[in-house]
């Protein structure tokens, strides 16, 4: 049969604005997050990690924070820009030794408007 | 530095046909892994390699399959193709195997009818 697409949540924003984006995740187990964006037509790009021995870190323009009590992950961006609007994607790792082998939460569509 | 390199970019099979795809990863990457995306299933992995071993293998069925070459440079198969295989493939390389930081192609689009 016909396989129905997946519905991305979506989040819009004017340009300026901060924009949150949040991920839950499923696996006790996962000790590294990512997050990744991925621009129409092209292939995701890395954003920003973190490992759970940490709650939070910076980087330009963006901050993720992660509460393990309750699985979730946030995605922060400051001074959201036009050219930030994309498809957010979180990813996790369920540990090891290989971190090719990530797990992709369904995305968040982020529009920023002039 | 280039990027990752895959091709062909675009492609159209019909049902029972095979597929062979190509990626080139960055130059002094060594590990390649390979995603399937599509709009029902989103992001799926499918293959990891390091040094021309599969350290890692997604739950698709043997149908798919995929090897790394001396190079690095690495190849995925699909054959007998499904409908349901239409989906955009998307190679991505890392300098090592203990980082998330994937460095992803732009991918391969297949549409299978």
């Known amino acids: 049969g016909e396989s129905v697409g997946l519905h991305l949540p979506t989040l819009s924003v004017q340009e300026g604005d901060n924009s949150i984006i949040n991920c839950a995740y499923s696996?006790?187990?996962?000790?590294?997050f990512i997050w990744y964006k991925q621009e129409s037509g092209k292939g995701p790009q890395f954003i920003i990690d973190?490992?759970?021995?940490?709650d939070k870190r910076q980087g330009q323009r963006v901050t993720v924070l992660l509460n393990k009590t309750v699985k979730h992950l946030s995605l922060q961006i400051a001074a959201t820009q036009p050219g930030d609007s994309a498809v957010y994607f979180c990813?996790?790792?369920?540990?090891?030794?290989?971190?090719?082998?990530?797990?992709f939460g369904q995305g968040t569509i982020l529009t920023v408007h002039p | 530095k280039a990027g990752v390199t895959q091709t062909p970019r675009y492609l159209i099979k019909t049902r029972g046909q095979q597929v062979t795809l190509s990626c080139s990863p960055i130059?002094?990457?060594?590990?390649v892994s390979w995603y399937q995306q599509t709009p029902g299933q989103g992001l799926q992995f499918l293959f990891e390699?390091?040094?021309?071993?599969?350290?890692n293998k997604g739950n698709f069925p043997g149908r798919f399959s995929g090897r790394q070459f001396s190079n690095s440079r690495s190849e995925m198969n699909v054959s007998t193709l499904e409908l349901g295989d239409s989906a955009l493939y998307l190679c991505?390389?890392?300098?090592?195997?203990?980082?998330?930081?994937?460095?992803f192609g732009e991918g391969s689009r297949l549409t299978v009818l």
């Open positions: 973190i490992r759970s021995n940490m």
């Open positions: 990813a996790e790792n369920a540990g090891g030794t290989s971190y090719g082998k990530l797990t």
């Open positions: 390699y390091f040094s021309e071993t599969q350290r």
């Open positions: 991505a390389s890392t300098p090592t195997v203990n980082t998330g930081e994937l460095f």
């Open positions: 696996n006790s187990a996962s000790d590294y």
């Open positions: 130059s002094g990457h060594r590990s």
